[in-house]
């Protein structure tokens, strides 16, 4: 019996190793989310990266023919600026960053960082200048350490550390027996959104990219963990060019310029308080979100939505 019990768990652990490794990849497609008709032309140059100026020029885009999604959007991000981008549900916000990204190509108009239109240079250079934070980052069945230093293989402890402080996700690490080994995960520790988005703005401190594009949580946060998270990610975006992807008005009331996606079009554009004086669709998303919060606060009401 005992013959035969040893093959068999044997069998058992490389089936279970195969199906993770089946996992990690469908985690690793699922993350790049890489359609196959986003191809490099022949012999495309890397990009160069002088100050990270990103420009979207009457960008048109749909996923299917008959439902144009973005409809002439153009906005410039000057180096080292914050620009963000609100609107409703559905407005098209987060298939800007997937276009700055190139997940897709535009279906018109160009996407120009530093001049150059995206599409002219090779993907692999585009994207090692761009970092993102997810709405929802994928983890790998891994320790806390490889997942932050994910992209960044050969950084050492040390600098996992530092990203670690930066991202404050360091208490957090020292509060877990088994520090940044603990493994997470389908097979270990289940992080929250909040701590994930973290992990995210760990890598992103160890990526170093010239452009950064946040992508907020839809979910609600509590308003701690969206207060150390903005901190964070205001630390990591210091002097990047920044694309932030916003469904709470908290998250840009500090931003350089805000544009407002309206069904696929720039329906306004300026700063937090130029918006309010306007008095227009900023004005009244801004105005019912305080409500609901206040609301939210005195327990009379669930937690904000974004539209
Ligand atoms: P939210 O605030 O809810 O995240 P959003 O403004 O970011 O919304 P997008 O995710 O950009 O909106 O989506 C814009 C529209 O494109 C939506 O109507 C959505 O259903 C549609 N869409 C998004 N991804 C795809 C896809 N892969 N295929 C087809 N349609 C899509």
Sequence with gaps: MMQLAQPLNFFGFVYREIKQALVDMETMFSLLRVPAEVTDQPDAPAMQVKEGRVTFEEVHFHYQPEREILKGVSFEIPPGRKLAV?????????????????????????????????????????????????????????????????????????????????????????????????????????????????????????????????????????????QEILKSLNEVSRARTTLVIAHRLSTVVDADEIVVLDAGRVAERGNHSDLLARDGLYAAMWWRQQKQSEAAQEGTEPPLSDD
């Design 86 to 226: 609100v609107g409703a549900s559905g407005a098209g916000k987060s298939t800007l960053s997937r276009l700055l990204f190139r997940f897709y190509d535009v279906t018109g108009g160009t996407i120009r960082i530093d001049g150059q239109d995206i599409r002219e240079v090779s993907q692999d250079s585009l994207r090692a200048a761009i970092g993102i934070v997810p709405q929802d980052t994928v983890l790998f069945n891994d320790t806390l350490g490889y997942n932050i230093a994910y992209g960044r293989p050969d950084c050492s402890r040390a600098d996992v550390e530092r990203a670690a402080a930066i991202a404050q996700l360091d208490r957090f690490v020292t509060s877990l027996p088994e520090g940044y080994d603990t493994q997470v995960g389908e097979r270990g520790l289940k992080l929250s959104g909040g701590e994930k988005q973290r992990v995210a703005i760990a890598r992103m401190v160890l990526k170093e990219p010239a452009i950064l594009i946040f992508d907020e949580a839809t979910s609600a946060l509590d308003s701690q963990t969206e």
